[in-house]
């Protein structure tokens, strides 16, 4: 459902961010992408995500082909496809309930539709006591359960996490952990670049190590592998 090939990424300055990608990753999969510091595993996933173009290469998500995507297709990907971040990037202004219905919003999804669904999210993240509060009254944990929420909420078939647990305590991080296997189990390809080492080693997933914009392991049940 994912598949890069030959990819490159020079950023505008000359940087060269992937060199050489070539990568399949199935319905379903949850994926560790492990690797150094600038060795590519946010520009390996902001091509996913559409955040950022291929300097070269195909890279294709549910069969549509990035590369040769008209602009009116773009909404199309973004809602296939949640995003969560490090930082979790809540908008401070709005609450819970409605951080989580903007990103329904957007799409235009009917107004009854974005009410039913979203309380849905919020009682499988076990955030529904707090729909009415803003991002700063919640704990970390609880406002990464936030942006999961509205990750999911329209239903993509992949969710790309870039550090989700990286602000969060060890307690914390392992609850986020659950949720995401939950949503992995559901049916949800997930893709996570983390330095976790910890939870790479637990969960014993699919782990791809990038270094040097290249895909230096590729392996089912592997491990973290550095010692940072
Ligand atoms: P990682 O997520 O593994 O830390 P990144 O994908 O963020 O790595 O970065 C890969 C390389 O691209 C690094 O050398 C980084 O400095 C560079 N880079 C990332 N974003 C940009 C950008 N917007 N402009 C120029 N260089 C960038
Ligand atoms: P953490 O252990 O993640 O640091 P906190 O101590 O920040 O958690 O929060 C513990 C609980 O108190 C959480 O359920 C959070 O929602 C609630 N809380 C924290 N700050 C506020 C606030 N300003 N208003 C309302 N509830 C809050």
Do not use: C
């Not at 990907?77 to 903007?102: C, H, M, S, W």
Request: positive net charge; glycine residues 8%.
């Amino acid at each position: 459902m994912i598949e890069m090939q030959d990819v490159w990424k020079n950023y505008p300055d000359g940087t060269p961010a992937l060199r050489g990608i070539n990568v399949k990753i199935d319905k379903n999969e949850f994926v560790y992408i492990v690797g150094p510091s600038g060795a590519g595993k946010s520009t390996f996933m902001k091509l996913i995500y559409r955040e950022e173009k291929p300097t070269k290469g195909q890279i294709s998500v549910n069969g549509f082909n990035l590369g040769k995507l008209k602009q009116r297709k773009i909404p199309y990907i973004r809602r296939n496809i949640g995003v969560i971040f490090q930082d979790f990037r809540l908008l401070p202004k709005l609450t819970v309930y409605e951080n989580i219905a903007f990103a329904m919003e957007v799409i235009e999804a009917p107004k009854r539709l974005i009410r039913k669904r979203t309380f849905e999210v919020l009682e499988l993240v076990n955030l529904k006591n707090k729909a009415g509060n803003l991002p700063a009254q919640l704990s970390g944990g609880e406002q990464q359960r936030v942006s999961i929420a509205r990750a999911i909420v329209n239903n993509p078939s992949v969710i790309v996490a870039d550090e989700p647990t990286g602000n969060l305590d060890p307690e914390t991080s392992w609850g986020i952990m659950r949720l995401l296997e939950e949503i992995n189990f559901r049916g949800t390809t997930i893709l996570m670049a983390t330095h976790n080492k910890e939870i790479v080693n637990t969960m014993r997933k699919r782990v791809i190590a990038i270094e040097s914009g290249t895909i230096a392991r590729d392996e089912i049940r592997g491990e973290y592998g550095y010692e940072d």
